[in-house]
């Protein structure tokens, strides 16, 4: 309730037995500069929404559907009770996954175009717990290709958000708190986990290495990796600055908490220029804008009014702030183990405390890979193979294979197939899901070869495929100049040598 609205009779200070001290706590709980810091919330985490929904609609039959490589159904059948709540508990279908994901984004897009927030407070609130249960529904049956910190990031801001009202209310202080919490969670930890994790954290080299070595490069990231050591030092100390230093002054007086949430926004899209981490980027600068004020904004752009709904005012109803009470209650109940794990020796990356992922632990590259070793798939038609045959690489869509390729941007659009490629050489090629993998391009599954940039057989069979590792690294300009490839490898072996339908069936049975 702004300042300026008229007070109701039954909260008049000057009528019997009334509390001037309840009316004054409740202008307060009213943030009625934050609206445009609404607007960005709702909005911008409904879009990261349609964007999941989009993404598991894309690949989820042919990476976990009912002929996919780590089914659902076997999955499901491997539990008594599974311990975490999802739609699919009680029957998996490919059109029932569908149905969801379509569910998803038909309301997502609703939230981004701003039409439930026209609505009482409980109409967006339904929405976005609507949005947090289909994709919880669909990352607890997952499985490692959902194994991601992004995961129960999107989830946790869905939840959070959801109480953050409609047009016809005041954003409540208590949940822009909340917001401004899961960002000091987000930055905090992550640079808590560098600061204990690998030595060249501290010693300021990590992007010595990092700009070539994450899991998917971006169209800058050669650019990145190739600037001047001396650079690529103050990178660390300025990431350092802002994780560790930063993510407190959200919590001051404005205009300094507009500022941090500045810094913390301008970090996060250089990430976005120099690599592809799916949404993760992206939800930190929509949930940073929750310390924002509308005076700074409209000082910073003009175009953005100061005044959303006019000179009368919105009145929040009694129902809606025990709500968001409520809510506020239970947040703060669940920070108390995340709040604990931050200063823990033994600080977890990425975990949930609780079975529907609210209040979680992130962070992220703790310790930087220093080489870049690549798993590289190729088939052949001939009939026994040697290494004179003609072997055909399969391309990604993401990952590095074509030595003159320049990497795609494709953040926030997650390509899980690609990511999980990238921890093979950290863990091992005999996972159960590359191996079915290897299987359904011997017999050409059309619902695979989709997930791929490029297939050399045209959507035919190879007789004999095989998995060889390389290092790769960019290279110099000069290198550049001479071959024209932004990549340079170099042969290191073959952990699955060649390998048919009819081998690969007989080491099956």
């Known amino acids: 309730m702004r300042s300026g609205t008229p ?32 607007q960005v919330l709702q909005r911008g985490v409904a879009a990261l929404f349609f964007v999941a929904f989009l993404s598991s609609l894309n690949q989820f039959p042919a990476l976990l559907g009912e002929r996919g490589l780590l089914p659902v159904p076997d999955y499901l059948s491997g539990f008594s ?25 038909v309301v997502s897009s609703l939230l981004v175009a701003g039409i439930p927030q026209l609505g009482p407070p409980w109409v967006p609130l339904i929405a976005f717990l609507g949005l947090w249960l289909l994709y919880m529904s669909i990352v607890n049956v997952g499985q490692t290709f959902y194994g991601f910190g992004w995961e129960m990031l999107l989830l946790e801001a869905g939840f959070t958000v959801a109480f953050l ?7 409540p202080r208590t949940i822009m708190i909340l917001v401004a919490w899961l960002v000091f969670r987000l930055e905090f930890g992550a640079g808590m986990i560098k600061i204990r994790g690998g030595r060249e954290w501290r ?11 994450q899991p998917m490069p971006g169209p800058l990231s050669r650019q990145a990796h190739l600037l001047p050591k001396p650079l690529h030092r103050m990178e660390v100390v300025g990431n350092h600055f802002a994780q560790l230093v930063v993510p407190f002054l959200l919590f001051a007086p404005q205009p300094v908490a507009s500022a941090a949430a500045a810094i913390i926004i301008a970090t996060q899209l250089w990430l976005v220029a120099s690599g592809n981490f799916a949404w993760l980027n992206w939800i930190a600068v929509v949930l940073a804008f929750a310390a924002v004020s509308d005076p700074v904004a409209h000082a910073v752009l003009p175009v ?14 009694l129902w809606w702030l025990a709500v968001t009470l409520a809510a506020t209650a239970l947040l703060l109940a669940l920070s108390y183990q995340p709040l604990r794990n931050l200063f823990s020796r033994r600080q ?12 979680n632990a992130y962070g992220a590259f703790g310790t930087v890979t220093r080489e870049r070793i690549e798993i590289v798939v190729a088939g052949t038609l001939d009939d026994d193979p040697d290494d004179s045959s003609d072997w055909r690489e399969y391309g990604f869509k993401g990952k590095p294979g074509d030595l003159r390729r320049i990497p795609r941007q494709w953040a926030p659009y997650h390509l899980r197939l690609d990511w999980l490629m990238w921890f093979l050489p950290l ?30 057989f045209d959507g035919g069979a190879p007789r004999w495929v095989r998995v060889r590792r390389y290092h790769y690294r960019f290279a110099t300009r000069a290198e550049f100049r001479a071959s024209g490839n932004r990549w340079m490898r170099t042969f290191l072996s073959e952990p699955i040598p060649p390998l048919s339908l009819r081998r690969r069936q007989g080491r099956q049975g």
């Open 81 to 105: 009770r599974l311990s975490r709540p999802t739609l699919f508990r009680w029957r998996y279908s490919d059109g029932l996954l569908r149905g969801v994901c379509a569910a998803g984004l």
């Open 203 to 213: 010693d300021l080299t990590a992007l010595y290495y990092h700009h070539e070595t």
């Open 304 to 317: 953005i009014p100061l005044d959303w709904h006019g000179e009368a005012g919105r009145e929040t109803p």
């Open 427 to 456: 863990r091992t090629v005999h996972e159960e899901w590359f191996h079915a993998f290897l299987g359904k391009l011997l017999e050409a599954d059309r619902t695979t070869l989709r997930l791929l940039r490029h297939d050399p």
């Open 348 to 359: 977890l990356m990425n975990a949930s405390f609780n079975r529907w992922q609210l209040v």
């Open 165 to 171: 009202g409609s047009d016809q209310t005041d954003p």
């Open 7 to 38: 007070r109701p009779a039954c909260l008049d200070p000057d009528a019997a037995g009334r509390n001037v001290d309840f009316v004054d706590w409740l202008s307060w709980f009213d943030a009625a500069d934050y609206e445009f810091a609404r």
